[in-house]
């Protein structure tokens, strides 16, 4: 009864290679994210989708493209992977205005060799 | 846009001791206020929210924080830590984005070590 799954935990991969992280949350929240946790642990936005659709996109290279299939789910896909993408990205949901807390989920570590 | 500044990046303590850890932001406007909680190779965990209200809210594990809209800070404490407390803690501020949505930036984060 996990509330914010990934899939997978972790994912090592050569440079140049195309991969996907899969998100799924049981909360019935609206909104979901995607976070990256760089090697010195800061955590900064992606993006966001609310009822599957784009409404916070970061400044982040267009190799990113978020996919919200339903409200449930987010996948994150990455194209071209570079090894600055060596990092944990976390997936979180929230149900704002009334519940603006974001719950997160355990993480998946990509290791780009 | 908003920043959220952990003054200490380390803070070791003994056990049973006493502990604070620091946190500041950049505008109280419209703002929700956060701390999480990361254990080695684990997602965040929620300590504690400020919304409005009361200014002290309490939070898991023994843990309260401050919200001190004239010094912009919510300092997060705890009476007497335990070893099991050594974690990474993260202050977060929630502010508008645009329309309703709303944005988590985060602060760089404190280790805090419980030394036994």
């Known amino acids: 009864d996990t509330a914010v799954s990934q899939t997978p935990k972790y994912l090592v991969t050569q440079m140049g290679n195309d991969k996907s992280i899969k998100c799924e949350q049981n909360?019935?929240?609206?909104?979901m994210y995607w976070y990256k946790q760089d090697s010195k642990k800061f955590l900064k936005i992606m993006f966001s989708?609310?009822?599957?659709?784009?409404?916070i996109n970061e400044t982040v290279p267009n190799r990113f493209s978020p996919k919200s299939p339903d409200k449930a789910h987010l996948n994150l896909h990455i194209n071209s992977l570079e090894l600055g993408d060596s990092a944990v990205y976390f997936c979180?949901?929230?149900?704002?205005?009334?519940?603006?807390?974001?719950?997160f989920g355990p993480g998946t570590r990509l290791t780009v060799l | 846009a908003q920043s959220v500044t952990q003054l200490d990046s380390q803070v070791p303590v003994f056990e049973e001791a006493p502990v604070e850890l620091r946190c500041n932001y950049s505008?109280?406007?419209?703002?929700?206020l956060f701390w999480y909680v990361q254990y080695p190779n684990q997602g965040l965990q929620l300590l504690l929210k400020?919304?409005?209200?009361?200014?002290l809210v309490k939070g898991i594990n023994g843990f309260e924080a401050e919200f001190n809209k004239s010094q912009t800070s919510f300092h997060l404490r705890k009476p007497s830590v335990h070893i099991s407390d050594t974690a990474e803690y993260f202050c977060?501020?929630?502010?508008?984005?645009?329309?309703?949505?709303?944005?988590?930036?985060f602060g760089s984060g404190t280790q805090l070590t419980v030394l036994p």
């Open positions: 505008s109280s406007v419209s703002v929700y």
């Open positions: 979180a949901s929230s149900q704002p205005p009334g519940r603006p807390e974001q719950f």
């Open positions: 400020y919304l409005s209200g009361s200014t």
């Open positions: 989708y609310n009822n599957k659709e784009l409404i």
């Open positions: 977060a501020v929630s502010y508008r984005y645009s329309g309703s949505a709303r944005q988590l930036t």
């Open positions: 909360l019935g929240h609206d909104t």
